[in-house]
């Protein structure tokens, strides 16, 4: 058995309720069009074993040896609201929301817990005037939300110091509850936080985002497209979603929100855009036109001239686009696509500028990847993430803090 089998086999906890999955299912079991020897020969299997360290060294993420992991990478892990409990019969008398739990009584959702990870120089005296930029990270449906310490989100914000939340509630008000109970604990920046999520999280990330705009500088759903008709009209879901109110979001207000949407090219099959729903092999969920009109209704939100989806479909058939628009299945402006090759994996990123000619839209394309974040994401999510603040509800761009050719 060599490393990369080693890897492969290397255990972590996958659900709220316990289930133990090894890393190779992600790549084997659960999306059999994976190439894992391009994975192997690559050197991509080492990337994720060091994003996964913490989730595989122990399945509790309380344990000393975790705790001492993020230490050594200048983060303090803290737990908050684990004996805080969630009573959905109050919450429905308070906003009329009535949950049907299909879980049954899911771990996850029975406390208001939340988990921190703050850079050590925030309580550092010399610091006490410093806010640091920070991302509120949704996990996935069922997943744990130590989920979040193997996923790369809390890793890369070491990188740049910046302070990472993760809630296992991920409703709006209630995200936004713990927001406020880490303002009064932490040195948050209030003009610089940031969403963002993969899978049930990506959905979450983008709900958030546009139910709560005045609260985030951004958003970047993962794992998931973004505005599609099925997520703002959801009534009920395996976890707590509220109906969505067009009228009262970014989109029904005109509320600027800068959005970024990462997935793989296996991740239900959605790319290319214009040939989404036709290939056989894995999940399909949407058609083009879905996806069109998702991207659309983030294109109002920021004032983007909207994409045709007759200039969608017929990217099918030219040869003379470039490599991003064939890939991604959009078309691009000129000087509005790019390939970046980390870990082996090729992605193709294109962006969509408004109508002032700031980009507020990205989408990337990890290519031989299913449904699991990979580390150039997170860290292309926050190169995206760092130019844009809100300040008394309104969105600011600054170049200075751009990273839009990071490699």
Partial sequence: MDHNDEILNLQFKMTDKGRIDRIGDLYTTYNPSVDIEALRQKGYLLAVEKMMEPVTMSFDDHDPKVIAYWAKLGMVKEFHGENVPMSWSEYECKTGFHWEDTNNDGPQNLHKQWTSFVPVSAFQEENRERRYPTVIVLHGGFNPKSIIDG????????KREWIVLAPSLELSDLVEEMLIQAEELYPVDPER?????????????????????????????????IGCNDLRQMAHSPEPMRPFDEKKSAHGRRITMPVMNCYGNLDGNRFPIFDSGRNADGPVHYQPEELVNGINFWCEVNDAEPVSL??????????????????????????????????????????IRSRDG???????????????PAPEMIRQLYDFFEPFSRRNGESYYNPVRSHTLSK
């Fill in 358 to 372: 700031v980009v507020r839209m990205r989408i990337m394309c990890e290519m031989n990847m299913p449904h699991w």
């Fill in 193 to 225: 936080v940031y969403i963002t999520g993969f899978s049930y999280g990506g959905f979450m990330s983008d709900r958030n985002a546009l139910e709560r705009p005045e609260l985030f500088a951004a958003a970047g759903p993962c794992g998931a497209p």
């Fill in 151 to 158: 996923w790369g989100f809390p890793q890369e914000a070491a």
């Fill in 310 to 351: 007759k200039e969608v479909m017929e990217l099918r058939n030219r040869a003379d686009v470039s490599a991003e628009e064939q890939h991604i299945g959009i078309p691009l402006a000129s000087d509005c696509h790019r390939t970046i090759v980390a870990d082996g994996i090729t992605n193709y990123i294109g962006d």
